[in-house]
């Protein structure tokens, strides 16, 4: 159902801002991602990853500013946005008393799909994501991995032309990790799907991304290429160049709180040795 996708862009966000109370989350995004690549949005816990998520999937408006997804406003077409759109969260939900199969067909019907759609959909993911001869199985027997495999699967049964992946690969031991990463990837080149990432791992995002965007306390501090932004930052690799962009002086003010440690504590003790002695 993605009738406007004549425009170039997947997703235009226009000075999108969105405050809580007084703590501002994200301040003056803008972004213009093209379609079939993938993005990630790259930066470190409570940076405003989740939120820009939230708001372009219309689960939450944004304070200011405006965003399309797929050509839709994220506020007065959010219906539309939301149909087009597949979103994995960081802690997806799961009934694991349904069977993978179960679980697949429940989603198929929040999206009003026929269901001939809905069973045709299940087979052809159920075959994609190796699933095969577990598809019948109770989804609390499933390992985390297998878990996050029917996730993905919810997150594409109405067929998207974007897909939003929050922290696709936390809490996954390597190898499950490796099997996410790989499945992302095929999305991407095989389907031409348009990827959007959040992450703060610099790994998946140097292996993942086509484009990135990183973001400190709400801002988008640097966008481009990963190699763009190694060369712009005159760094070896990305995670050297994130380090510089963020701010090295985080890791010399970490080492220097270690090193002044020893020395608070030896001023704090002196100190109440001299209470003591006083109140004698």
């Known amino acids: 159902m993605c009738g406007k996708i ?8 226009n000075n999108l801002t969105k405050n809580f109370g007084k703590v501002v989350a994200v301040k003056n995004l803008n972004l213009k ?6 993005f ?5 816990n409570g940076a405003g990853k989740t939120t820009t998520v939230r708001m372009l999937n219309s689960i939450i408006s944004p304070t200011s500013g405006t965003a399309k997804v797929v ?3 994220i506020i007065s077409q959010s219906q539309q946005v939301k149909i ?10 799961l009934y694991q008393k349904l069977t993978a199969k179960e679980f697949l067909e429940f989603v ?14 299940i087979e052809e993911l159920i075959i994609l994501f190796d699933l095969e001869g577990r598809e019948n199985d109770l989804l609390e027997e499933y390992s985390r991995g297998m878990k996050q495999k029917v996730c993905l699967c919810a997150a594409l049964i109405q067929d998207p032309k974007i897909i939003f992946l929050d922290e696709p690969t936390s809490n996954l031991d390597p190898a499950a990790s490796r099997m996410v990463k790989d499945l992302i990837s095929d999305l991407s080149k095989k389907a031409e799907k ?3 990432i959040c992450t703060h791992l610099l790994d998946a995002a140097e292996e ?5 965007g990183i973001i400190d306390n709400g801002v988008i501090k640097a966008e481009g290429s990963p190699k763009e932004i190694i060369e712009s930052t005159h760094t070896k690799d990305l995670e050297e160049a994130y380090l510089k962009i963020m701010g090295a002086t985080r890791i010399e003010d970490l080492l220097a709180w270690r090193e002044e440690t020893p020395k608070n504590i030896k001023k704090y003790k002196k100190t109440e040795k001299k209470k003591k002695r006083r109140e004698k």
């Open 208 to 212: 993942l991304c086509d484009l990135i």
């Open 6 to 13: 004549s425009e170039k862009y997947a997703i235009i966000t």
């Open 108 to 121: 198929g019907e929040l999206y009003y799909l026929p269901k001939e759609i809905i069973s045709t959909r």
């Open 71 to 73: 050509g839709y406003d």
């Open 40 to 44: 990630g949005l790259l930066g470190p």
């Open 33 to 38: 991602i093209p379609y079939s690549l993938t």
């Open 84 to 93: 087009n759109s597949g979103f994995l969260p960081e802690s997806p939900g």
């Open 194 to 196: 348009t990827i959007f």
